[in-house]
């Protein structure tokens, strides 16, 4: 998953440089692969104007420009049809590495003219998929801006890798929390101002979970007059460096909301949904289905279905049907918040071997209380970008209020776990920082509320895994040493160690287990004793 450093700070009030914040991530259990300055990968590409365009002399399918930078005119040689005198382009000089392909621009010598540069496409950029010609910049562009500050990406990128467990990482806030329960900084929530000027939604629009052990909460907002169109430039700019590709100004939103908070969302196209009804159950067997990438997947009966008055429109938590997708023409839309049980689409997305960003987070395990608030923000978003009119109200069909889960902490046993004297007043700060509540607190124990996004806290060992976390594992020192007789005394060979070892190695093997061998890990101080250079673990 990528993460914007700039977004992050958005949430939490930081000021980590890049390293710092990657080793803070470390600490907390988050493994950065890789970091991503936009900066310095845009570095030598910058905006530039097209003031004069001819014919090369010695090859026909070449053009000779004059590209000014505002304060510096340079001579390239393009072979884009397109070119022409008065565009407004992204110009790399000698220096510029081209993101699409590698290739360092110098300048060089085409056909007998020098190119002392290189004007680009949205595809060399890995900007867009358009490679037919290069890339024409709106009007009014500011000349010799680097690339980067004209597209808001001057930004740094950390691509991260979650463990299985901790579904509440799957989004900005969530590594914000993350950040602000190490800083001891609250996180500011984005809030919505959702004005709702259609009819009362509960009127038009109706939904029916029939299923509710695989479906546990199925909300639905409506947005009636809709104008899809191209999303605006920070919106795709955006997407783009966090690895998603825009679409139009509906599904774009959708996707950055569940960047933002980790919900999943979907948008349908209302007057393609039958009776404004959406069902909730599962498929039947050997049933076939479209989805949006065109493929056609076979069911089974255990695969839950997103239906309307007739048929099945998208395969819950997975992927959505190509006959309700959000097109140009689509004027209203139904936008899907939903909550499903993780195993079941576990299952499904294994089965039919699709792997979507709503699919990885939903098999993990979502915010349940997060649902109606991502489906407000999208709403929101939505409708300020096409000039839609969302309906009054929200269906929101809930069969089974989730409760909050409670667990016990004993303060001894953190201690006897963790083998660092951490105070009581201590333990209960880490627990707050990470926004679990207190409920009641003698000098044995503490009872704490889960929050609603820890799907992973389930037992006091969780609890103890979360302080040793926030205490830091790197302030956690071994509190053992072994010494070594250089005495010379011999020991016998019944009690020698590798003895023992060897008798009962043998009694399990020939007892039908299996011996394996793992990596010893020891202390850096202890390591330095037998070699200069340790391999060190990152964590």
Not at 387 to 415: F, M, N, T
Request: proline fraction near 4%.
């Amino acid at each position: 998953m990528f993460v914007s450093y700039k977004w992050l700070q958005e949430f939490v009030s930081f000021d980590y440089s890049p390293a710092q914040l990657d080793h803070i991530l470390t600490m907390l259990g988050i493994e950065v692969e890789s970091i991503i300055d936009y900066s310095k990968k845009y570095e030598n590409f910058f905006t530039a104007k097209v003031i004069n365009s001819g014919k090369h002399p010695n090859a026909d399918k070449l053009t000779v420009c004059k590209v000014s930078l505002g304060n510096e005119i340079k001579e390239v040689v393009c072979g884009a049809p397109n070119v022409a005198e008065g565009q407004n382009v992204v110009l790399g000089i000698a220096g510029a590495v081209v993101p699409q392909n590698g290739m360092k621009i110098e300048k060089r010598e085409i056909r007998n003219i020098f190119s002392d540069g290189m004007i680009c496409s949205q595809y060399e950029l890995d900007l867009g998929d358009d490679k037919s010609g290069i890339w024409v910049l709106g009007d009014g562009v500011p000349l010799g801006l680097p690339l980067a500050k004209y597209l808001e990406l001057d930004d740094i990128i950390f691509e991260i890798s979650i463990t299985p467990n901790r579904a509440d990482c799957l989004s900005h806030i969530g590594i914000a929390r993350e950040i602000g329960a190490y800083s001891r900084k609250k996180i500011k929530i984005p809030g919505f101002n959702l004005v709702e000027r259609g009819g009362r939604i509960e009127e038009n629009v109706k939904v029916i979970i029939e299923d509710k052990d695989k479906c546990l909460r199925y909300t639905a907002r409506v947005i009636r007059n809709a104008d899809i169109k191209e999303s605006p430039d920070w919106l795709k700019n955006k997407l783009i460096m966090l690895g998603l590709r825009p679409i139009n100004s509906v599904v774009d939103v959708t996707n950055l909301v569940l960047l933002e908070t980790g919900q999943p969302l979907h948008a349908f196209d209302l007057d393609k949904l039958e009776e404004n009804t959406i069902i909730v159950k599962t498929a039947k067997n050997g049933k076939k289905f479209k989805t949006l990438d065109g493929k056609e997947r076979q069911l089974d009966s255990e695969m839950l279905m997103i239906c309307d008055g007739n048929k099945p429109v998208a395969i819950g938590g997975v992927m959505g049907g190509e006959n309700s997708e959000i097109s140009k023409d689509t004027k209203n839309i139904l936008i899907e918040s939903a909550f499903f049980n993780p195993s079941s689409i576990r299952r499904t997305s294994k089965l039919l071997g699709i792997q979507s960003e709503a699919s990885y987070r939903f098999e993990r395990g979502v915010d349940i209380d997060n649902v109606s608030h991502a489906s407000a923000r999208a709403a929101q978003l939505i409708a300020e970008l096409t000039s839609g009119e969302p309906d009054k109200g929200i269906v929101d069909a809930y069969p089974l209020k989730h409760e909050k889960p409670k667990i016990k902490l004993r303060y001894q046993r953190a201690r006897d776990i963790i083998g660092v004297n951490i105070s009581n007043k201590e333990m209960i700060e880490f627990l707050a920082a990470l926004q679990f509540g207190i409920v009641d607190k003698t000098e044995d124990f503490v009872v704490v509320e889960v929050p609603s996004w820890r799907v992973d806290i389930e037992l006091e060992i969780d609890l103890i895994e979360e302080i040793a976390r926030l205490f830091n594992y790197d302030n956690i020192a071994p509190q053992f040493t072994s010494t070594i007789d250089f005495s010379g005394e011999g020991v016998q060979e019944e009690l020698s160690v590798p003895f023992l070892r060897n008798q009962i190695a043998d009694y399990f093997i020939q007892n039908n287990f299996n011996q394996i061998l793992t990596q010893n890990q020891t202390d850096p101080k202890t390591s330095e004793l037998f070699t200069n250079a340790p391999i060190r673990i990152s964590n």
